[in-house]
């Protein structure tokens, strides 16, 4: 490749020999905040140097190298250079992109729309999708119908109406500034707007790395850091070497004077001056700022030996480096030798500006204003005292508004319009006093006025549509929000969607209201798909979804919102509705990450419930095993919470959990209705008057809110909470019905819920279910039988236990049986639902189930218990060893004595022992038995065997005579002999026969049958037997009239036996105390004995 030198620029010559790789146009998405490299930084800001372009461009072949040249040559203006690179870029590759896209802009340029038509066609033929082909068709579009909308944003930007100046540049722009020249437009008008400046510089900075050398580029980047720091070296270097540029070399010399003219006179800025002025000798401005550089340097050597005067200086130093308080204590020492210097008294004006004090601020300006003679700074001052009397009129009015005085609000509104009618502000500030009043009219007209000067002004924009909503006329205010152009929908763009989503939950309300399950499924899914941004709204939407019984759903929703969100508000949300999901510990989690500086008295009140509700958890099972521990935690808390409804209410249901309902009782009775601030402690209330069972006091205080329903003064989430309050309280006193055996009124207030929504509907299906099991009512049992089966995957872990023990009662064992395996699956199980289902496993013969219910029973209350205490151990213990180590009450008793019931199922055993007994040393008895008990599974008992060898001695007795009614003869008898029996033990029966020890004088047969069983709470037992009568050995082996009495020698009695009937009945609901009797009746009948009859009663 060879070039012959034909023309040259100021361009970093390294900054270009990198760049001779980069292809394509420039394009911008809003400002570029993607910082640059170091490396990249270096290259911008080395200093200028003269490098060259190639005119003779026969023998070059890159067409990367040249489309570079086009790129370089258009963006500083030689359209000469364009249009010979692309006569060879065409020559090599007819058909190039960026080649196509510089010619048509181009021919632009020369107004010569038509060949440049031919060109952008040639392109879109070529790849339409191309990103030249985009670019000049957004170039194209502001010659042509987007002409109008690009003349208007410019002039909005010229008139100072930075922010719908940007928003129109987005809006004919959309995927970015499609051009060099239309991104620095850009940039320069988004560095009008506070808080752009470091973005605008790293756009700045890119334009300059993408386009290096491009003198309109540099000056821009030094212009604006000259805004930040005007006495920056690059910048003031710059200046210097481009004010003798070609294009752009007076406009840098202005820049460069107004650079100096910003600095703090000193010797190295007269030098600069001189210099500027050797470049510009016949420029009189420049000329004359010289001369009185040299004067101002020449008397700013006498003022620096002033203090005060150094003071003025730092103090309008630190006014603009924004540090308004120090620069207020210099300023105000500066006054004290200078109350008459216009700078300084200027300086405090703007000291209060920033304050928002506007009328100290004016009277600043004013005497600024008065003082200053230099023609230059006059209309300065006017503008300021003008602007700050305009604001001080507003804030004014403002503060009369706040007062109630309306009226003088009013005056002083009109007086702003008086001062300015050519700014929005005054007449939005009516627009609001009016709207206030209820003069909807007056209102609509005057935020119509600020829009008529300001047509994208989003206070008068929403005023208009407020002017509506105040009336409750949501669809009048999407209308108004319907006329807006798009650009004015953008920009209230959320206050249109906060409309779109109150329409809909009206609607929403409405559905609720009626029940009507289609509505309430179309609306919120129109919620959903307007994707609010309100965590509130977002909560309602949520909770009616849940409500409506997709709780996945719901959960998913919820956990995409608050996925990577930092809003404070937004995890507050997700925190109340894991609370309202029984999920306290990450409700907890999630609040608790909210940084502290953010945490409102709001969000601190539920922290605090959740937290007690957490200290709470597992009371009913913790008052079991420690009632006064428990006791005394429930008063100390109720002493820490004291005046706070929602804490208190919570206090009072765990009393009524622990069956102590006159501690509720006297909490709900301390509590004063009177002072709810919120809705939380509004259901709170209600929801402790539903536990009590204060049925009245409930309906008294549920028709009060009736007024606030009707006036939708509650959210749709709140209103449903309402209404499920009240469902829960009809519930409530449907399980009372029932509990009491009215059975009728309990099946009549079931029904009334089963148009509700889910849970709900659940609970009274299962009610029904329960009550017709009772009234034995097969039809109702038979329709709500299959409905409950059907739903058993969603139902919670008490719901489908309280199902599972109906249907077994109901002897549907195998409907019964399989819900109980559907236990595992619920994630809500707990002891309680774990004991049912051991209970209905155990009826049912499921041995293998019953005991792996009895390890998650005793599991789960070791789980509670460490969690309470310390952290759950990771190891998994045997169910020998939650045997052994499980606390002793109620619940782990009657676990364990099942599962003794169980294991006995097929354990057996062999006893062999000795038993001796005497008393006085008469009667004595040695026995030997031997007892076999063997386990027979299959049929579901164990076979008795038993032998015992029994040896007894009646030792010495006296002999008494009857005739004589005296003792006679001492005799002694003894015997000895084997007893034999077989005998069945089942689950709740038993039977044996046997004999009496074969080799006494009095042998017989003995035996007897045990039957027990279940009524409701109570148990019985009843028993038939013939036992013998062992208390002595006359009444068990029987003796013989010895010699030398009255009676016949040798006669045998004795040998009684036993014979009647036993009933025992117990009570035993689980809890500290219960119940036992017992009625028996037997005979006693023996050989040579009276007969006798026993009545017992226990």
Do not use: C
């Amino acid at each position: 490749m060879s070039a012959r030198v034909g023309s040259y620029w100021l361009v970093p010559l390294a900054i270009v020999v990198s760049g001779l790789f980069s292809v394509g146009t420039a394009k911008a998405i809003g400002v570029n905040s993607a910082p640059l490299s170091k490396a990249q930084l270096d290259l911008v800001y080395q200093p200028v140097q003269l490098v060259q372009f190639s005119s003779s461009l026969a023998r070059v072949d890159s067409v990367e190298w040249l489309v570079n040249q086009l790129k370089l040559a258009d963006a500083i203006g030689r359209d000469d250079i364009v249009e010979s690179t692309l006569q060879r870029l065409f020559a090599i590759e007819r058909a190039n992109l960026s080649g196509l896209y510089y010619q048509a802009t181009m021919f632009l340029k020369r107004k010569q729309p038509e060949l440049a038509e031919q060109s952008y066609q040639r392109l879109k033929d070529i790849a339409p999708d191309s990103s030249q082909a985009r670019s000049l068709s957004s170039i194209m579009a502001i010659q042509g119908e987007k002409r109008g909308d690009y003349q208007r944003a410019k002039l909005l930007a010229k008139s100072g109406r930075y922010t719908e100046a940007i928003k129109a540049y987005q809006i004919i722009f959309p995927n970015g500034m499609p051009s060099a020249a239309l991104e620095l437009e850009y940039l320069q008008l988004q560095a009008n707007l506070d808080g752009n400046w470091r973005q605008v510089k790293i756009g700045l900075e890119r334009l300059n790395a993408d386009y290096p050398g491009v003198p309109q580029f540099q000056l821009a980047l030094a212009n604006h850091i000259r805004k930040d720091n005007p006495s920056d070296p690059w910048i003031l270097d710059t200046y210097r070497q481009l004010a003798l540029a070609p294009v752009v070399g007076t406009s840098a010399a202005t820049s460069w004077l107004r650079a100096l003219e910003q600095l703090p006179i000193s010797k190295s800025v007269t030098e600069q001056y001189a210099i500027l002025a050797s470049y510009y000798p016949s420029d009189l401005e420049i000329q004359k700022a010289n001369q009185t550089a040299k004067e101002r340097w020449k008397l700013e050597q006498e003022l620096r030996k002033d203090p005060t005067y150094l003071a003025k200086l730092k103090g309008l130093e630190l006014l603009e480096l924004g540090k308004t308080n120090q620069a207020e204590a210099q300023l105000r020492y500066a006054l004290t030798t200078r109350p008459k210097d216009p700078e300084i008294l200027g300086g405090m004006g703007k000291v209060y500006l920033r304050k928002g004090q506007q009328e100290k601020a004016l009277e600043y300006f004013k005497q600024a204003q008065q003082l200053d003679k230099n023609p230059d700074t006059s209309s300065k001052w006017a503008t300021l005292v003008e602007t700050s009397q305009y604001w001080a009129y507003l804030d004014q009015g403002d503060l009369q508004l706040a007062k109630g005085e309306r009226g003088k609000a009013e005056s002083l509104y009109r007086k702003a319009l008086v001062l300015d009618k050519t700014q929005p502000y005054a007449f939005v500030a009516l627009g609001a006093l009016y709207l206030e009043q209820k003069k909807y009219s007056s209102a609509d007209k005057a935020y119509s006025q600020a829009l008529a000067l300001d047509k994208l002004n989003g206070s008068a924009l929403r005023g208009r549509l407020d002017v509506k909503i105040n009336q409750g006329d949501w669809d009048g205010s999407r209308e108004v929000a319907n006329s807006y152009s798009s650009t004015q929908q953008k920009v209230v763009e959320d206050k249109i969607s906060s409309i779109d989503s109150e329409i809909i939950l009206i609607r929403l309300r409405n559905a609720i209201a009626n029940n009507d399950d289609k509505a309430m499924v179309e609306s919120v899914e129109a919620l959903i798909q307007l994707n609010p941004s309100s965590p509130w709204l977002r909560l309602d939407i949520a909770g009616v979804v849940r409500s409506m019984g997709n709780k996945p759903r719901a959960d998913q929703l919820m956990e995409d919102w608050a996925k990577d969100a930092s809003d404070p508000e937004m995890k507050f949300a997700y925190a109340l509705y894991l609370a309202q999901s029984f999920r306290v510990n990450r409700a907890i989690a999630e609040l608790e990450s909210i940084p502290k500086q953010q945490v409102t008295s709001s969000m601190q009140r539920t922290l605090t419930r959740l937290k007690l509700d957490s200290k709470l958890q597992g009371i009913e099972t913790r008052y079991q095993e420690s009632p006064l521990a428990v006791s005394d935690l429930l008063k100390g808390l109720e002493v820490q919470y004291q005046g706070q409804v929602q804490p208190l209410s919570r206090i009072a249901g765990a009393w009524i959990d622990v069956g102590e309902s006159p501690e509720a009782e006297r909490i709900y009775r301390s509590i004063e209705p009177s002072s709810f601030i919120s809705t939380d402690e509004q259901l709170a209330y209600g929801g402790l008057m539903v536990s009590l069972i204060k049925f009245e006091d409930f309906d008294d205080w549920f028709d009060e809110l009736t007024p606030s329903f009707e006036a939708q003064d509650f959210s749709a989430s709140e209103f449903l909470q309402f209404d499920e309050l009240r469902t829960r309280r009809i519930l409530a006193e449907a399980d009372l019905m029932l509990e009491n055996e009215s059975l009728d009124r309990s099946l009549e207030l079931y029904s009334r819920v089963l148009s509700e929504s889910e849970p709900y509907k659940t609970q009274a299906q299962i009610g029904m279910l329960r009550v017709s099991a009772l009234n034995g009512d097969t039809e109702v049992y038979n329709q709500y039988h299959p409905i409950l089966k059907q739903k058993a995957d969603f139902l919670t872990a008490s719901q489908l236990m309280t199902t599972a023990s109906i249907f077994n009662q109901q002897r549907h064992v195998d409907d019964a049986n399989q819900l109980n395996a559907l236990l595992d699956s619920k994630a809500d199980a707990g002891v309680l639902e774990y004991r049912d289902g051991m209970v209905i496993a155990m009826e049912n013969e499921q041995w293998l189930l019953a005991e792996e219910r009895a390890y998650q029973v005793l599991n789960s209350d070791r789980i509670e218990k460490a969690e309470r205490q310390s952290p759950a151990e990771t190891t998994t213990p045997t169910l020998r060893e939650l045997y052994n180590n499980s606390d002793d009450y109620w619940l782990t008793r009657n676990v364990k004595s099942d599962l003794d019931t169980l294991h006995d199922r097929s354990d057996g055993h062999i006893l062999i022992g000795w038993d001796y007994s005497a008393r006085d040393g008469q009667n004595q008895s040695n026995q030997v038995p031997i007892e076999a008990r063997l386990p027979i599974e299959e049929w579901d008992g164990h076979l008795l065997l038993r032998a015992d060898y029994v040896s007894i001695d009646s030792g010495e007795l006296e002999y008494y005579e009857k005739s004589s009614n005296s003792s006679g003869e001492q005799f002694q008898d003894s015997s000895s002999g084997l007893a034999l029996g077989v005998g069945w033990q089942a689950k709740n029966w038993s039977a044996d026969i046997g004999t009496t020890p074969v080799g006494f004088d009095h042998t017989t047969w003995v035996g007897g049958v045990s039957v027990d069983g279940d009524l409701g709470p109570f148990g019985w037992t009843a028993v038939a037997s013939r036992r013998p009568e062992t208390s002595s050995t006359l009444s068990y082996a029987g003796m013989s009239v010895p010699s030398g009495t009255s009676d016949i020698e040798g006669t045998k009695w004795g040998g009684v036996v036993r014979t009647g009937v036993k009933f025992n009945t117990s009570w035993d609901i689980g809890g500290p105390y219960g119940f036992w009797s017992s009625l028996q009746y037997h005979t006693l009948t023996g050989e040579n004995v009276e007969d006798n009859n026993r009545l017992g009663v226990l």
